[in-house]
């Protein structure tokens, strides 16, 4: 059993790198969707991060051919990665050696084909000519090839010879592609079978959607277990950790009272019973995740991709799990036992529940403690698989083919039912997700070649001459500072500008004077060893101390109204009295206008007043604190962090008189939360 639980706790920590590296939502910032595919090459780590996250990996083909036909994209790019992309397969010759592979794909990149079903085909034979006609994007010298083989009548006027000798081709190779497909058989692909029951039941019953039930119930526990100060009631027994939390509040009998979660508090009951013999909250629930995974079924070899998928489902919250876990300074009130093998846990537990109730749905359950096992293997069987085309849509799209490889109705005719197979396997093989890679791919050649291009030209250009450098600056790295350091560097020649990370090299955490808990100043990613705190000077320490009681007199009198309005006789006592109070300046500003504008200049001046301080940035004897971090800077560690700085931008010499860094502040407009 202990090599179970490893076995599973590894599995957990492989799943957890797929979940987004997030902070608090008072330095969020840009996410990398690709987070645990780092150790494959880009093109693969988007197609993999595409099917596990449920996105498309690369833009609509029809974008990029937009891009082809204004020239953004050329055909020398799609050429260049493609031949690339092949190697040493490009001359592999199909069709009987009449073309190769590197042929046909720069056809199908170049043109594309309309890949459809029997049903549709049929009703393009009914109501165009696209099988009567050749195509119009073909290229000359492949139409010429194609129409040596009709025979003109002579005796139809000239501007009608080409044209019934088009239709003759066009209609001679349809004929010859429906003789070349009917004989054959369709290709089977082996689908990418889907591992959860919630994917599963959704293909059985596209209206069996378990994660709708989940992901509510899920949402609230995980939100009242991660308060930070919010809630009136706070979550009793948080410090027992997410699961026997949530299995003290839900076990009882005013648990979850929905109808898919009537099982749900007897085995959160079971949670809690058992949890009193286990020697930590973790080893609880990695054993519960060993039970959940045997009741619903799951091949232990199918463990891996069912526990990361079922982890990523609701990846914004599991996510916030993560990084409270292994970044726990970053808790802006209090710091909690918060665990990811608890949220998958409890994910495991609901997920299972649900999905007993949806087999009950679909009439396949028989006694509710029935594993699920044979559920899964039979939805698995019944999963439809890739089936390929029916032999007219083999056909319509051989036909197409065809002509964009010059084949005409004499050449398809020969070939033998492997030749065939062996064609339609190649134009398979080339799909959507490998067309729209290349595709892409020439994209970026195109605007690497363009900025190589223009840097090639400007070399050439003499440089023009600058005096030394009167004024360097240091600016931020970001979009917000680049514009301004260009624009500098373009109007003033004696200005010369460097760009830096924000936090220019100083990793800390801060403390201002206003502020009840330290805050990091910098990248996510670096846990500071620092903290440096804004205290008052000596002249300003009465005030202080009397603005902050004053402030906590004013946050006891909002934090009781707050509480106060969401109960129902304080509520309307205070709704009462609340709307009266608010007439009074409403009334005054419409009665003395001037005056009331004055009196709110004044409070607005009294609130602007600040208390003179200093920051403790020179770190004492006493350096240390209780959180582990050194309280300021010795002055050996301040001239190595400017010396990094000065060293990483490569200013290290010809210094300027005047040297400024200069770095910006920040506003959120559209973040509802901060």
């Given at each position: 059993?202990?090599?179970?639980?490893?076995?599973?706790?590894?599995?957990?920590?492989?799943?957890?790198?797929?979940?987004?590296p997030?902070?608090?939502?008072?330095?969020?910032?840009?996410?990398?969707?690709l987070?645990?595919?780092?150790?494959?090459?880009?093109?693969?780590?988007?197609?993999?991060?595409?099917?596990?996250?449920g996105?498309?990996?690369?833009?609509?083909?029809?974008?990029?051919?937009?891009?082809?036909?204004?020239?953004?994209?050329?055909?020398?790019?799609?050429?260049?990665?493609?031949?690339?992309d092949?190697?040493?397969?490009?001359?592999?010759?199909?069709?009987?050696?009449?073309?190769?592979?590197?042929?046909?794909?720069?056809q199908?990149?170049?043109?594309?084909?309309?890949?459809?079903?029997d049903?549709?085909?049929?009703?393009?034979l009914?109501?165009?000519?696209?099988?009567?006609?050749?195509?119009?994007?073909?290229?000359?010298h492949?139409?010429?090839?194609?129409?040596?083989?009709?025979?003109?009548?002579?005796?139809?006027?000239?501007?009608?010879?080409?044209?019934?000798?088009?239709?003759?081709?066009?209609?001679?190779?349809?004929h010859?592609?429906v003789?070349?497909?009917?004989?054959?058989?369709?290709?089977?692909?082996?689908?990418?079978?889907?591992?959860?029951?919630?994917?599963?039941?959704?293909?059985?019953?596209?209206?069996?959607?378990?994660?709708?039930?989940?992901?509510?119930?899920?949402i609230?526990?995980?939100?009242?277990?991660?308060?930070?100060?919010?809630?009136?009631w706070?979550?009793?027994?948080?410090?027992?950790?997410?699961?026997?939390?949530?299995?003290?509040?839900?076990?009882?009998?005013?648990?979850?009272?929905?109808?898919?979660?009537?099982?749900?508090?007897?085995?959160?009951?079971?949670?809690?019973?058992?949890?009193?013999?286990?020697?930590?909250?973790?080893?609880?629930?990695?054993?519960?995740?060993?039970?959940e995974?045997?009741?619903?079924?799951?091949?232990?070899?199918?463990?891996?991709d069912?526990?990361?998928?079922?982890l990523?489902?609701?990846?914004?919250?599991?996510?916030?799990?993560?990084?409270?876990?292994?970044?726990?300074?970053r808790?802006?009130?209090?710091?909690?036992?918060?665990?990811?093998?608890?949220?998958l846990?409890l994910?495991?537990?609901?997920?299972?529940?649900?999905?007993?109730?949806?087999?009950?749905?679909?009439?396949?359950?028989?006694?509710?403690?029935?594993?699920?096992?044979?559920?899964?293997?039979?939805?698995?069987?019944?999963?439809?698989?890739?089936?390929?085309?029916?032999?007219?849509?083999?056909?319509?799209?051989?036909?197409?083919?065809?002509?964009?490889?010059?084949?005409?109705?004499?050449?398809?005719?020969?070939?033998?039912?492997?030749?065939?197979?062996?064609?339609?396997?190649?134009?398979?093989?080339?799909?959507?997700?490998?067309?729209?890679?290349?595709?892409?791919?020439?994209?970026?050649?195109?605007?690497?070649?363009?900025?190589?291009?223009?840097?090639?030209?400007?070399?050439?250009?003499?440089?023009?001459?600058?005096?030394?450098?009167?004024?360097?600056?240091?600016?931020?790295?970001?979009?917000?500072?680049?514009?301004?350091?260009?624009?500098?560097?373009?109007?003033?020649?004696?200005?010369?500008?460097?760009?830096?990370?924000?936090?220019?090299?100083?990793?800390?955490?801060?403390?201002?004077?206003?502020?009840?808990?330290?805050?990091?100043?910098?990248?996510?990613?670096?846990?500071?060893?620092?903290?440096?705190?804004?205290?008052?000077?000596?002249?300003?320490?009465?005030?202080?101390?009397?603005?902050?009681?004053?402030?906590?007199?004013?946050g006891?009198?909002?934090?009781?109204?707050?509480?106060?309005?969401?109960?129902?006789?304080?509520?309307?006592?205070?709704?009462?009295?609340?709307?009266?109070?608010?007439?009074?300046?409403?009334?005054?500003?419409?009665?003395?206008?001037?005056?009331?504008?004055?009196?709110?200049?004044?409070?607005?001046?009294?609130?602007?007043?600040?208390?003179?301080?200093?920051?403790?940035?020179?770190?004492?004897?006493?350096?240390?604190?209780?959180?582990?971090?050194?309280?300021?800077?010795?002055?050996?560690?301040?001239?190595?962090?400017?010396?990094?700085?000065?060293?990483?931008?490569?200013?290290?010499?010809?210094?300027?008189?005047?040297?400024?860094?200069?770095?910006?502040?920040?506003?959120?407009?559209?973040?509802?939360?901060?």
């Open positions: 059993m202990n090599d179970l639980h490893a076995t599973l706790a590894r599995m957990v920590a492989d799943a957890a790198r797929f979940l987004p997030q902070g608090p939502i008072d330095s969020f910032v840009a996410l990398n969707p987070q645990g595919f780092e150790h494959v090459p880009f093109e693969q780590a988007v197609v993999e991060a595409g099917h596990l996250h996105a498309q990996p690369f833009l609509p083909e029809a974008t990029y051919r937009e891009e082809l036909g204004r020239g953004r994209i050329r055909i020398a790019d799609i050429e260049a990665v493609l031949a690339a092949l190697g040493s397969r490009a001359e592999t010759r199909l069709a009987g050696g009449r073309t190769t592979l590197a042929h046909l794909r720069r199908l990149l170049l043109h594309g084909v309309r890949i459809e079903s049903a549709s085909v049929r009703w393009t009914t109501e165009s000519d696209a099988i009567e006609r050749l195509r119009d994007d073909l290229e000359p492949l139409r010429a090839r194609l129409l040596e083989s009709a025979v003109a009548d002579d005796s139809a006027p000239a501007g009608r010879v080409i044209h019934a000798c088009d239709a003759h081709v066009a209609s001679d190779l349809w010859a592609c003789e070349a497909t009917v004989g054959t058989r369709p290709a089977v692909a082996s689908p990418r079978l889907p591992v959860r029951h919630r994917d599963l039941l959704l293909t059985a019953d596209p209206t069996l959607d378990t994660d709708a039930l989940v992901h509510p119930l899920l609230r526990m995980v939100a009242a277990y991660l308060d930070q100060g919010v809630a009136a706070p979550m009793p027994d948080r410090e027992l950790g997410l699961l026997a939390a949530v299995a003290g509040v839900y076990a009882g009998r005013l648990g979850p009272v929905e109808p898919w979660s009537r099982r749900l508090p007897a085995r959160l009951r079971e949670i809690r019973d058992a949890r009193a013999g286990a020697s930590s909250g973790e080893t609880a629930a990695v054993e519960v995740i060993a039970e995974l045997l009741q619903l079924g799951v091949p232990e070899i199918a463990w891996p069912y526990l990361t998928s079922s990523v489902a609701l990846r914004g919250w599991a996510g916030m799990i993560r990084q409270l876990e292994i970044r726990p300074d808790t802006p009130v209090r710091v909690l036992p918060v665990r990811v093998i608890d949220f846990a994910r495991l537990v609901l997920d299972r529940i649900a999905a007993e109730w949806g087999a009950e749905r679909l009439g396949r359950a028989r006694p509710a403690s029935t594993r699920l096992g044979d559920l899964w293997h039979e939805l698995r069987d019944r999963h439809p698989p890739l089936r390929g085309p029916g032999a007219l849509a083999r056909a319509f799209l051989l036909h197409q083919v065809s002509q964009l490889l010059g084949l005409a109705a004499a050449d398809v005719r020969s070939l033998s039912e492997a030749q065939v197979l062996e064609l339609e396997q190649a134009i398979a093989a080339f799909d959507s997700i490998p067309r729209r890679r290349l595709l892409h791919l020439a994209y970026e050649r195109r605007h690497r070649i363009e900025v190589l291009d223009a840097l090639a030209a400007h070399r050439r250009c003499p440089p023009t001459p600058r005096s030394a450098p009167r004024v360097q600056a240091v600016f931020c790295i970001d979009d917000r500072c680049e514009s301004f350091r260009r624009s500098v560097e373009e109007l003033a020649d004696h200005v010369e500008t460097y760009g830096a990370a924000g936090f220019f090299a100083v990793p800390m955490y801060f403390q201002g004077i206003d502020d009840w808990h330290t805050v990091p100043l910098c990248p996510i990613v670096i846990r500071p060893a620092h903290t440096v705190t804004e205290v008052p000077t000596l002249q300003a320490a009465a005030d202080h101390r009397l603005r902050q009681t004053v402030r906590r007199a004013i006891r009198v909002r934090g009781g109204l707050s509480q106060g309005s969401q109960s129902l006789l304080r509520g309307g006592l205070l709704t009462a009295v609340g709307g009266a109070v608010a007439a009074i300046p409403l009334v005054a500003r419409v009665a003395f206008p001037r005056l009331t504008a004055r009196l709110a200049a004044r409070a607005a001046d009294l609130g602007r007043s600040r208390i003179t301080t200093r920051l403790e940035l020179d770190r004492r004897a006493d350096g240390g604190r209780g959180d582990g971090t050194h309280a300021g800077f010795d002055v050996a560690e301040q001239a190595a962090i400017v010396r990094r700085l000065l060293e990483d931008i490569g200013l290290t010499r010809n210094f300027a008189r005047l040297v400024t860094v200069i770095g910006h502040g920040s506003t959120s407009l559209n973040n509802p939360h901060y």
